[in-house]
């Protein structure tokens, strides 16, 4: 099932990204989604180019906000970038971005999704909610629905202010693990994605409801696995003699100072390790015969999503401390501190 | 079969790496190498950051020469690039690159090797002879051994010296080229890949001797089996109404003008037509949903060698200008024109 994006890109929100553009003076622009709206895009290009400006669109992926397309821009020598879907990541200032967010608009059952979590969410009274940005429109109409069938509803806000309300993303849970102390179960209206990255760092039941394909599952169990699974990747890493420090130059998850402290550490623990420099963390080109294991600094989602695809333990810096006996497993899962390290940007 | 790399990095490359490196007064490096030199980088760095500098290596996918890792270096604010296993390619000024050739250094039977050649190459008697880099040390010895044979032997040189004497890369065959008119047919020592890109462009049978896995092949069939495919690409692409016109961000394979001028020209023709811009060309993430077709003004054998992976036809410009009748199919095959484009970069 695919998700039935607005047809028509809205005008006001044309005129909202015309009107930036003018403000910043940009003739030539770059415009860059995701590859859900990558028609929303084309479209938004073909309207562009109509009003004399010079639009380029970013063939390339777009994993998130972190993924700002200001290497590409830069080498075409673009003005601004209209950047698609995401809310603002990363703290730039060398080439003028226009955020557009794209929120779906067609019609979600919200009660019948809310039903079908409730089965889930039951015996809990306090339930957390979260959202990814594409359904925020649907926060009043879930929590309401979630009080109709006695459940006492909390979001929470981002500490400092870059998500909305209740808003979560790959990476970032604080807006809904701000409110954990008061709650007993999570709900996550976006994907399986979102729900499995809050359910690795809580120890409360997360249960993701997708409006997409109206699915609505209990991540206990995935989480376990996936738990396993990256515990046996720390196992077997111990056994490292050569590790690749992975260091990405996507404006968002590029971590310098953190990949260099990491060759350190691993220096004094006997291995040998190199900061490898790359764009995509791409599973087919890891020099497998050289390297032993890998770091990552970029993308956490990278190895706990894809760990499948690469043949050699590939931690994350977290974990990395659990392999080298600097913190235990027990204190890492179901903590805030699996994925903090994401929140330091060079 | 692995190819045998030299075990040990030479200590006179190392020097001389070194003593660019003092020259240029580098401290914080980024050696880049492809993928089966990433070895030797790993080697290369051990050595480098034994004496002191502070070293990173290029995690990423490495294509040729074309690819040279500007924006990584400049990611991570290094002072200058160690290249390894490619002749220069790209004229920049940006960041010092020293480039260090790797030639295969052990022991290859090059009788043998000529010998499975021979019944091949007969009845012709002047031949034609193209090495890729690696192998170039064997020059002398191939030619002779098929003097030995009775052939006449002839190698060209490059038209503005930036490939050696009788080097062929993936795109620039101009070396071989221009001794094509007195040559019946050519032998390429060197990988399928090369033997394949020259004989897409001569009407002169091509045979490729592979020291690596010692395999000796006829291209004959096989080229005119990728030409057919070709040819059906460039049929298909003629009921394509959205095409997305690629521009790579590489530094040796960026070429904006030429991309403005097919948009230019596929609006003449009636298309919708929209650059796209990317760093590396891969078919999972081209947005099939938006457009029927591309041009590729990217590395040519993107659309050669890899056109199966791909959904939707994906032209080079040479053959875009077969699907608008701007010139014709039989004038394109076996002419230097197919990858002439390929040489002008912005």
Redesign the interface.
């Known amino acids: 099932m695919t998700v039935d994006v607005p047809k028509e890109l809205p005008m006001v929100k044309l005129e909202y990204v015309v009107a930036e553009l003018e403000r910043v003076r940009a003739k030539k622009v770059?415009v860059q989604a995701p590859?859900g709206l990558?028609?929303v895009?084309?479209q938004l290009?073909?309207e562009l180019s109509r009003r004399g400006f010079d639009?380029?669109?970013?063939?390339?992926?777009c994993w998130g906000g972190c993924d700002l397309?200001l290497?590409?821009a830069a080498?075409?020598s673009a003005d601004a970038i209209v950047h698609l879907g995401h809310t603002k990541f990363v703290k730039q200032s060398t080439i003028p971005t226009i955020y557009l967010e794209c929120r779906y608009e067609h019609n979600v059952d919200v009660e019948q999704l809310v039903m079908k979590s409730v089965h889930l969410l039951r015996p809990a009274k306090k339930i957390g909610l979260g959202m990814t940005l594409q359904w925020l429109n649907l926060l009043e109409r879930v929590k309401q629905a979630l009080e109709n069938h006695g459940f006492s509803v909390l979001y929470g806000q981002h500490e400092n202010g870059r998500l909305y309300p209740s808003q979560v993303i790959g990476c970032d849970y604080t807006t809904i693990k701000s409110v954990e102390s008061k709650v007993e179960k999570f709900l996550i209206v976006g994907s399986f994605f979102h729900g499995l990255g809050l359910s690795m760092i809580t120890d409360r039941c997360v249960v993701v409801a997708d409006p997409e394909t109206m699915h609505v599952e209990d991540m206990t169990q995935i989480t376990r696995k996936v738990l396993m699974q990256r515990y046996a990747q720390i196992y077997a890493f111990r056994n490292s003699r050569?590790v690749?420090v992975?260091?990405c130059?996507k404006p968002g998850q590029?971590r310098?100072g953190l990949a260099a402290s990491i060759v350190s550490a691993l220096r004094k623990a006997g291995k040998?390790a190199?900061?490898?420099?790359?764009?995509?963390v791409?599973e087919?080109?890891?020099?497998d015969?050289?390297f032993d294991a890998y770091v990552n600094t970029a993308c956490p989602r990278i190895s706990i999503d894809d760990h499948a695809k690469f043949k050699k333990p590939i931690l994350l810096p977290s974990e990395l401390m659990v392999a080298l006996n600097l913190s235990s497993w027990e204190e890492l899962i179901y903590s805030y501190e699996y994925f903090r390290w994401c929140m330091r940007n060079d």
């Open positions: 770059l590859q990558k028609g895009a084309l290009s073909e639009v380029m669109i970013s063939g390339g992926p397309a290497n590409e080498a075409v050569r690749g992975i260091l130059t590029k310098e040998d190199y900061v490898l420099v790359l764009n995509e791409d087919r080109f890891l020099p015969e050289v």
